[in-house]
Every structure is written in C-alpha cells, then in structure tokens.
C-alpha cells in the first residue's frame, strides 16, 4: 500500500493552504505520520508528524507556529493546515508512514507521490 497525498499549488506569501493524506486502500495498521518536504537540491525535511491517538504532534522550529498537523481518528488520514507561507516553505511536500511508533527519519515504509507547493514573493 501506499499514500495518497492532495492539496498544495501556487499561493502568494502570506496565504495558507492545506495539505491532505490518506492510505490508499483499506487496512489495520495504525501509523504515526509525518509530513516531510524537499526543495531543489536540498534533503528531504520532516515538518510535522503526528501520533496515532492525535495526542501529540512534533514541528521542527522553521515551521512551529504556522503549520498544524492533524488526523480523523482512528483513521491513517492526516492534514496539513500552512499559514503565512513563505517563499521559504516552497517545496515537494511528502506524507509518510512507517509504524506506530513516531519516527522523523525519512526511512519510512509508506510514502505518497508528493505534491508541489509555491509561494510567490
């Protein structure tokens, strides 16, 4: 199986967006998830990631306070909300998922196909 990813475009900066990701196909499992993105020749970047219960969720300092991470519960269906985009934030957004345990790696088993966001200056 693998992950479906939806959202993303080209906005201004200051706008926000919202990202969405789900198991393509029905399953058992329960994953922690994790948003990650990649700009042009860069590494890839985790930015948000959330516990299966939708407990707790973890942001690396770029993007605390701006993006939030949430999910259907009991579901493997996660969100990404983004405001005040910047130029910064422009990059191929990526959902993944691994386990139930939380992992911010990028050696992740599930991955969707990524989907481009732009922010214009």
């Known amino acids: 199986g693998h992950l479906v990813e939806a959202g993303g475009g080209l906005v201004q900066a200051g706008a926000s967006l919202n990202l969405s990701c789900e198991t393509n196909?029905?399953?058992?499992?329960?994953?922690?998830m994790v948003w990650f993105r990649q700009a042009p020749g860069e590494e890839r970047r985790f930015v948000a990631s959330?516990?299966?219960?939708?407990?707790?969720?973890y942001y690396p300092d770029s993007v605390k306070g701006r993006f939030t991470i949430s999910r259907d519960k009991g579901q493997n269906t996660v969100y990404l909300q983004m405001v005040n985009l910047n130029p910064e934030d422009t990059a191929v957004y990526y959902c993944?998922?691994?386990?139930?345990?939380?992992?911010?790696?990028?050696?992740?088993?599930?991955w969707g196909q990524g989907t481009q966001v732009t922010v214009s200056s």
């Open positions: 196909g029905r399953t058992s499992a329960r994953y922690a």
């Open positions: 993944a998922a691994d386990t139930e345990i939380v992992k911010l790696t990028t050696d992740q088993s599930l």
């Open positions: 959330i516990t299966w219960t939708g407990d707790r969720t």
